[in-house]
């Protein structure tokens, strides 16, 4: 927990009392470590004191340490307005995400309100170039779980609109993602349209899980049937 909370905190090792309390509050779990001393940081509990993280007041009083979730909740509610909506456009994208994506949606440049996002260690540089991602999926998790439905729709068909206009020939893996994100949106149409498409290409490469999983989206949002007369049928 030392060498976690001190990696997570950098500039000095914490001292004893607060490795003890983080290690209570935590029960053994990574992530609730590294939010925990985030949250201590960010809320101008602990300081830097002859070389070490000291808490300011008593950490003994501070049981409010429920779960991950909640640590991440408060940690997102201490942003501001502008790096919350830009974190919950890059949850409705995925664990990873282009900046391209991410100010297509927010229809302005979000360069500003990444580098706070990465300061705060919410998100950190992706594998390629233009590339973020969160620190972890837990993070992204509860940030799309509290986004509104409604807005999570609307993002949803923002990407989706913003996808199918930049690759109009769109195969393999970003008809999956058209999938995902038109019938997230609740756009059934266009879900079936391209879940149609994915399962032919997907049966002419013999890929039948996946020819079964798009049919499957079809046959959901299909039409009710309709009334067969007999010679119809």
């Known amino acids: 927990i030392r060498l976690l909370v001190a990696r997570t905190l950098g500039s000095a090792p914490p001292d004893d009392e607060i490795t003890r309390r983080v290690a209570?509050?935590?029960?053994?779990?990574?992530?609730?470590?590294?939010?925990?001393?985030?949250?201590?940081?960010?809320?101008?509990?602990?300081a830097i004191r002859d070389g070490y993280w000291r808490s300011i007041r008593p950490l003994e009083e501070m049981a409010f340490f429920e779960g991950v979730e909640k640590v991440v909740r408060e940690r997102v509610d201490?942003?501001?307005?502008?790096?919350?909506?830009?974190?919950?456009?890059?949850?409705?994208?995925?664990?990873?995400?282009?900046?391209?994506?991410?100010?297509?949606?927010?229809?302005?440049?979000v360069a500003d309100v990444v580098d706070?996002?990465?300061?705060?260690?919410?998100?950190?540089?992706?594998?390629?170039?233009?590339?973020?991602?969160?620190?972890?999926d837990q993070i992204r998790d509860v940030v799309y779980s509290a986004i509104p439905s409604d807005l999570r729709q609307r993002l949803h068909g923002a990407l989706a609109r913003w996808i199918e206009a930049a690759r109009p020939k769109a195969a393999g893996a970003d008809l999956a993602v058209l999938v995902q994100h038109f019938e997230a949106a609740g756009a059934f149409d266009k879900a079936v349209k391209y879940a149609d498409t994915a399962a032919s290409n997907?049966?002419?490469?013999?890929?039948?899980?996946?020819?079964?999983?798009?049919?499957?989206?079809c046959l959901e949002h299909e039409p009710p049937p309709q009334r067969w007369s007999s010679e119809d049928r």
């Open 78 to 109: 201490h942003l501001d307005l502008a790096a919350q909506n830009v974190l919950r456009a890059a949850a409705v994208i995925g664990r990873t995400f282009g900046i391209e994506a991410l100010e297509a949606l927010a229809g302005e440049s």
């Open 116 to 136: 706070t996002l990465a300061r705060t260690q919410m998100i950190r540089p992706g594998a390629e170039a233009g590339q973020c991602e969160f620190r972890h």
């Open 202 to 217: 997907a049966l002419q490469i013999g890929a039948f899980r996946e020819v079964e999983s798009f049919i499957g989206i």
């Open 24 to 46: 209570d509050l935590a029960g053994g779990n990574p992530l609730f470590a590294e939010e925990i001393a985030l949250s201590l940081r960010s809320e101008g509990l602990i």
